[in-house]
Nanobody, 129 residues
Framework: QMQLVESGGGLVQPGGSLRLSCRAA?????????IGWFRQAPGKERAGVSC????????INADSVKGRFTVSRDNVNNTVYLQMNNLKPEDTAVYYC?????????????????????WGQGTQVTVSS
């Protein structure tokens, strides 16, 4: 069973930056898969943030983070990143990476949680003064 591991979260001031990493503990090559980034705050539904299509496909960002977040893939290190700039308090959440299903999310929008089926444990991002 494939397992994803997120890292890079922490406490940052508004306007600051963080870079999250997503790695496959199983050693599966991530560039073969569509990767989504989701976030979930307490009492709120898990929501799509950004995604990166497999096989060199384009990236998609939710309106709430467009222009501030960038998802990228480092094939040499088999890692997917989420660069988060100009962070705002409303970005505070647990952030997850996930593998897309066979019917290919990340087509115009990030998609919903049910469009992804393998998840990491999450990493906490807190934006506060």
């Amino acid at each position: 069973q494939m397992q994803l591991v997120e890292s890079g979260g922490g406490l940052v001031q508004p306007g600051g930056s963080l870079r999250l990493s997503c790695r496959a503990a199983s050693g599966v090559t991530l560039e073969y898969y569509t990767i989504g980034w989701f976030r979930q705050a307490p009492g709120k539904e898990r929501a799509g943030v950004s995604c990166l299509s497999s096989y060199g496909g384009d990236t998609i960002n939710a309106d709430s983070v467009k222009g501030r977040f960038t998802v990228s893939r480092d094939n040499v290190n088999n890692t997917v990143y989420l660069q988060m700039n100009n962070l705002k308090p409303e970005d505070t959440a647990v952030y997850y990476c996930a593998l897309g299903t066979d019917w290919r999310p990340c087509q115009g929008t990030v998609g919903e949680s049910y469009d992804y089926h393998i998840w990491g444990q999450g990493t906490q991002v807190t934006v506060s003064s």
